[in-house]
Nanobody, 119 residues
Framework: VQLQASGGGLVQAGGSLRLSCSAS????????MGWYRQPPGKQRELVAD???????NYVDSVKGRFTISRDNAKNTVYLQMNSLKPEDTAVYYC??????????????WGKGTLVTVSS
């Protein structure tokens, strides 16, 4: 199973970016999917996650600015980021809880995509 993330880049404060992450491989099903971020010199933190049924959860600092969504048919999760702030600068990682044939449930991580917000 692989997670491939895309959509990072450089944007000015107040701008928007949309991240995408697609899962591929031998997959029976995907439970929760989410986005984490790791700012320079800091620990990785949860940004948002979403259940297979579409229930979303956000860290307080992004509520009202970021929206997580998913397309179950495409095994893809998105993160729409609006009103970006310099403090949103980080490497963003996608995560998925994947059920595989025989082996069962496991967590997978994408490689990360850099988001840089300039002031």
């Amino acid at each position: 199973v692989q997670l491939q993330a895309s959509g990072g880049g450089l944007v000015q404060a107040g701008g928007s970016l949309r991240l995408s992450c697609s899962a591929s491989g031998n997959i029976v099903g995907i439970n929760d999917m989410g986005w984490y971020r790791q700012p320079p010199g800091k620990q990785r933190e949860l940004v948002a996650d979403i259940t297979s049924g579409g229930v979303a959860n956000y860290v307080d600092s992004v509520k009202g600015r970021f929206t997580i969504s998913r397309d179950n048919a495409k095994n893809t999760v998105y993160l729409q980021m609006n009103s970006l702030k310099p403090e949103d600068t980080a490497v963003y990682y996608c995560n998925a809880k994947v059920t595989r044939p025989i082996l069962g449930l496991a967590h997978y991580w994408g490689k990360g995509t850099l988001v840089t917000v300039s002031s």
